[in-house]
């Protein structure tokens, strides 16, 4: 008995010393909560796993006033932080597309499985303005009469005009494009008492016309020295750019649709001139916002659209917020940031999320685009690794996503800055890493980007393919629901807009840091929702905290789990 108390003490002190993420006056907060809940068992535990589990319901577990030892994730209700807008994916030219080779009902219930009450539920969702690398054809806007500053030929009908069956013979559904696509996903969520579906819009790119390349985009070449651009606006332009902006949330306004939120550009940064982009620094994005698209905004009918700026990778964020949310001029413009995760396999950037919230804590950060990139594609010079760089065996194959299969544009490429943030992963620690971590640290919404996908990953005509939730055989019309779809299902159905998150801690005793990933949020009925991630082969066993109160969970190997528990 003496030597088991021993190491009782011995797991009890380890696992204090390594709660993680937290100072020592949190670490004392959170282990001396005693406020008892009055809890006796945990409402819901559902699981998404390797072993096949999709969002399955498990055994609810007891709590007990005993005191827990060893491995903790201690939750502190009391404590609950931002205000989480929504889970979600995005609607594309490519996505609509792939649907369009669907019969209409078939094409529906896909569609329900996404937006439905029964299915994902998704809530917070992003679309083109124009045409992206995941347009059918690319080169698409909505002016483009050349030199029309007065945007008197202004039309979105490109999104509505739908595919020719004579031009793709697989077409089954030659009307469906993607602003029908957002109209089914609004008629599914008109049907449910929480129709929640709010939408983010970003422009890859200004008409060709406004920009300083008068083109969509330059590749890189041998003649520019392999510096391809996707250029940037003229200054004589900055105003009709802005004008354009806002025509496009009039026009989908009068089509039935509103917009929730807008950036002024996808990846400021660029893309090298691979497709549709179009460049901005900090500083002139700020001056844009400042003189012309935040007036402009002002002065319309859609003074409560949410501005979001940036929209690129969380490594530069801090640069960007400063530049634009420390201008006091800008920043009564701006409704918070947009973020992407491609400077990092493995890195949520919590750090930099944390300083960013920190100095401006009165604005929101949104992911607004995360995917399994550049799948697919064969190795190009420099790339040390060539074998695993180009993946195979993807569709209808959940092992490949819950395994270490997937690389990214980096991986191993000796031209890469920091190839070491690229290692190869598992596709879905990468998605639920993501989300659990950046919940602890301030993000209000995440969204995913492409919904639907054909088997390949496309259509891209810039050769980008990539992973989706869903993913068909265009030629047989078989719907594969990838386990990322499963994931992201769970955490759209348990973590619900106008939930809050709330104070998550995790005491790891002999695990790595990387094992388990904890968060939870909770509803305005007190329900709470614990969201948890287990990295490893094993199952992990821990004790759930919630003030003085203690219920042993078992987490499977290789798992989500969603722990609920009505407060």
Same mark, same amino acid.
């Given at each position: 008995?003496?030597?088991r108390?021993?190491?009782?003490?011995?797991?009890?002190?380890?696992?204090?010393?390594? $709660?993680?993420?937290?100072?020592?006056?949190?670490?004392?907060?959170? $282990?001396?909560?005693?406020?008892?809940?009055?809890?006796? %068992?945990?409402?819901?535990?559902?699981?998404?796993?390797?072993?096949g589990?999709?969002?399955?319901?498990?055994?609810?577990?007891?709590?007990?006033?005993?005191?827990?030892?060893?491995?903790?994730?201690?939750?502190?209700?009391?404590?609950?932080?931002?205000?989480?807008?929504?889970?979600?994916? %995005?609607?594309t030219?490519?996505?609509?597309?792939?649907?369009?080779?669907?019969p209409?009902?078939?094409?529906?219930?896909?569609?329900?499985?996404?937006?439905?009450?029964?299915?994902?539920?998704?809530?917070?969702?992003?679309?083109?303005?124009?045409?992206?690398?995941?347009?059918?054809?690319?080169?698409?806007?909505?002016?483009?009469?050349?030199?029309?500053?007065?945007?008197?030929?202004?039309?979105?009908?490109?999104?509505?005009?739908?595919?020719?069956?004579?031009?793709?013979?697989g077409?089954?559904?030659?009307?469906?494009?993607v602003?029908?696509?957002?109209?089914? /996903?609004?008629?599914?969520?008109?049907?449910q008492?929480?129709?929640?579906?709010?939408?983010?819009?970003?422009?890859?790119?200004?008409?060709?016309?406004?920009?300083?390349?008068?083109?969509?985009?330059?590749?890189?070449?041998?003649?520019?020295d392999?510096?391809?651009? @996707?250029?940037?606006?003229?200054?004589?332009?900055?105003?009709?750019?802005? !004008?354009?902006?806002?025509?496009?949330?009039?026009?989908?306004?009068? *089509?039935?649709?509103?917009?929730?939120?807008?950036?002024?550009?996808?990846?400021?940064?660029g893309?090298?001139?691979?497709?549709?982009?179009?460049?901005?620094?900090?500083?002139?994005?700020?001056?844009?916002?400042?003189?012309?698209?935040?007036?402009?905004?002002k002065?319309?009918?859609?003074? !409560?659209?949410?501005?979001?700026?940036?929209?690129?990778?969380?490594?530069?964020?801090?640069?960007?917020?400063?530049?634009?949310?420390?201008?006091?001029?800008?920043?009564?413009?701006?409704?918070?940031?947009?973020?992407?995760?491609?400077?990092?396999?493995?890195?949520?950037?919590?750090?930099?999320?944390?300083?960013?919230?920190?100095?401006?804590?009165?604005? /929101?950060?949104?992911?607004?685009?995360?995917?399994? !990139?550049?799948?697919?594609?064969?190795?190009?010079?420099?790339?040390?690794?060539?074998?695993?760089?180009q993946?195979?065996?993807?569709?209808?194959?959940?092992?490949?996503?819950?395994?270490?299969?997937?690389?990214?544009?980096?991986?191993?490429?000796?031209?890469?800055?920091?190839?070491?943030?690229?290692?190869?992963?598992?596709?879905?620690?990468?998605?639920?890493?993501?989300?659990?971590?950046?919940?602890?640290?301030?993000?209000?919404?995440w969204?995913?980007?492409? *919904?639907?996908?054909?088997?390949?990953? @496309?259509?891209?005509?810039?050769?980008?393919?990539?992973?989706?939730?869903?993913?068909?055989?265009?030629e047989?019309?078989?719907?594969?629901?990838?386990?990322?779809?499963?994931?992201?299902?769970?955490?759209?159905?348990?973590?619900?807009?106008?939930?809050?998150?709330?104070?998550?801690?995790? $005491?790891?005793? /002999?695990?790595?840091?990387?094992?388990?990933? *904890?968060?939870?949020?909770?509803?305005?009925?007190?329900?709470?929702?614990?969201?948890?991630?287990?990295?490893?082969?094993?199952?992990?066993?821990?004790?759930?905290?919630?003030?003085?109160?203690?219920a042993?969970?078992?987490?499977?190997?290789?798992?989500?789990?969603?722990?609920?528990?009505?407060?």
């Amino acid at each position: 008995m003496e030597v088991r108390a021993v190491a009782a003490a011995l797991v009890a002190l380890s696992s204090a010393m390594l $709660l993680s993420c937290t100072s020592d006056k949190d670490r004392e907060q959170a $282990l001396s909560n005693n406020k008892n809940f009055g809890l006796t %068992s945990t409402s819901e535990i559902l699981l998404t796993s390797e072993a096949g589990d999709k969002m399955s319901v498990m055994p609810n577990q007891s709590f007990t006033t005993e005191r827990a030892n060893g491995i903790q994730v201690v939750i502190q209700p009391d404590i609950t932080k931002q205000t989480i807008t929504g889970i979600g994916t %995005s609607f594309t030219e490519s996505a609509a597309f792939v649907l369009a080779h669907l019969p209409p009902e078939k094409r529906l219930e896909v569609m329900n499985n996404l937006y439905g009450e029964s299915g994902a539920n998704f809530s917070l969702t992003r679309t083109p303005i124009g045409s992206t690398d995941f347009s059918v054809e690319g080169k698409l806007g909505y002016a483009e009469v050349e030199g029309d500053a007065a945007l008197e030929h202004f039309t979105i009908a490109p999104d509505s005009d739908g595919f020719s069956k004579a031009k793709y013979p697989g077409i089954q559904d030659e009307s469906f494009d993607v602003l029908p696509m957002i109209k089914e /996903a609004k008629s599914i969520k008109a049907k449910q008492d929480d129709g929640t579906l709010n939408i983010i819009a970003s422009a890859w790119t200004a008409p060709p016309w406004m920009k300083d390349i008068n083109t969509w985009f330059i590749k890189g070449s041998e003649e520019n020295d392999w510096e391809g651009t @996707g250029g940037s606006l003229k200054p004589e332009y900055e105003s009709t750019y802005a !004008d354009y902006l806002v025509k496009y949330l009039e026009h989908y306004k009068e *089509a039935g649709v509103d917009i929730w939120g807008l950036t002024p550009v996808n990846e400021p940064h660029g893309n090298s001139g691979n497709w549709e982009s179009m460049h901005f620094t900090a500083e002139t994005q700020n001056t844009f916002i400042k003189e012309f698209l935040g007036p402009a905004l002002k002065e319309s009918a859609f003074n !409560d659209t949410r501005l979001l700026i940036y929209d690129q990778n969380r490594d530069h964020l801090e640069h960007w917020t400063d530049v634009i949310l420390g201008d006091p001029d800008t920043a009564p413009y701006v409704y918070g940031s947009a973020v992407h995760w491609y400077s990092s396999t493995v890195d949520v950037y919590e750090k930099v999320l944390e300083k960013v919230h920190n100095k401006f804590p009165d604005f /929101a950060i949104i992911h607004t685009e995360g995917t399994i !990139d550049d799948l697919g594609k064969p190795a190009s010079k420099g790339i040390l690794d060539p074998v695993k760089f180009q993946e195979s065996g993807w569709f209808d194959n959940d092992e490949f996503w819950w395994n270490e299969n997937a690389t990214d544009w980096a991986y191993t490429a000796t031209w890469a800055p920091n190839p070491e943030n690229h290692p190869i992963y598992t596709p879905v620690h990468r998605y639920a890493r993501d989300i659990i971590v950046s919940l602890n640290h301030w993000m209000n919404g995440w969204v995913d980007w492409n *919904a639907v996908l054909d088997a390949k990953g @496309g259509p891209n005509h810039a050769g980008n393919f990539c992973g989706a939730p869903i993913m068909i055989d265009t030629e047989t019309g078989y719907v594969y629901y990838t386990p990322i779809y499963d994931v992201l299902a769970q955490f759209s159905r348990t973590i619900r807009p106008g939930d809050k998150a709330v104070k998550t801690d995790t $005491l790891l005793g /002999a695990l790595e840091q990387d094992d388990l990933h *904890a968060s939870s949020t909770v509803n305005e009925s007190g329900l709470l929702s614990v969201q948890l991630l287990n990295t490893t082969k094993k199952p992990i066993q821990f004790d759930l905290v919630i003030g003085a109160q203690s219920a042993l969970i078992t987490l499977p190997a290789n798992a989500l789990q969603t722990v609920r528990v009505q407060l």
